[in-house]
């Protein structure tokens, strides 16, 4: 399998400021999707720390076959799946240390969504804490692959609201895990064999809260180039009122 990415962040259309960052290492087949949180810039450096930590701990291991890991490897999981976990584990405690010790980044924290998928393979590697998703979209089908670390979800689960009554929920914004809240967090991780005509999607909840799954359907459907797609995304959300930043990763399976 090869795996082909495009992507595309925008403010919105009522913030100046836009906290999210995402990134995309070809090399290791890495795509990343953080969603800060905070007062005044603080969310944007949340953010900014956790892409840049993923990136920095893919390179270092790369060099250094033989570095000292921050964390212990899970056995259950592959090498490189390893590395995608550790690395978000090594980007919240980064995130929470800045966020102790500088009063400007006091209560900062981010969501981040991320996939580990190395052309030639079929393996593919799904990580996430927060609200922000990934989605499947195969055959004309959207469909949610992570599960939102929110509150409006803990009442979901439990069957004390709708999915109706979940669009106007009163705390749709309380975020229950993130990075940056804890010393510790716990990453949840799947593994997935990706299939040829697959196109991943990997989004801040700018887009997901703007657009509806029957919206980003007709969307990916549509015989239009990968980075082409992602601009019809950020565009839907725009004209459906833009409330907050929107970035949007699309992985396409060849």
Known sequence: MRYKGAALTHPG???????????ILENEGVFVVADGMGGHNAGEVAS???????????????????????????PTLALDA???????????????????????????GTTVVSILAKDGG???????VGDSRCYCFYKGKLVQVSEDHSLV???????????EQAKNFPHKNVI??????????????????ARAGEIYLLCSDGLSDMV????MEKILAE?????????????????????????????QVE
């Open 176 to 193: 229950m895990r993130a990075l940056g809240m804890k010393d510790n967090v716990l990453v949840d991780i799947q593994k997935r064999t």
């Open 212 to 215: 509806t799954d029957n919206e």
């Open 153 to 163: 979800n803990e009442y979901l689960k439990a069957g004390q609201i709708t999915a």
């Open 122 to 128: 079929n393996e593919l590697y799904v990580a996430h």
């Open 48 to 74: 900014k720390i956790a892409i840049d930590t993923v990136a920095e701990f893919f390179h270092s291991a790369a060099e250094d076959e033989d570095m000292t890991w921050p964390y212990k490897l899970d």
């Open 13 to 23: 259309m009522k913030r100046e400021l836009n906290e999210d960052s995402f990134v």
């Open 223 to 251: 015989n239009i180039p990968l980075n082409e797609k992602t601009k019809r995304l950020v565009d839907m959300a725009n004209a459906n009122g833009g409330k907050d930043n929107i970035t949007v990763i699309l992985v």
């Open 82 to 108: 390893n590395k995608l976990m550790v690395g978000i584990k090594f980007a919240n405690k980064r995130i929470f240390k800045q966020s102790s010790e500088d009063a400007a980044c006091s209560g900062m």
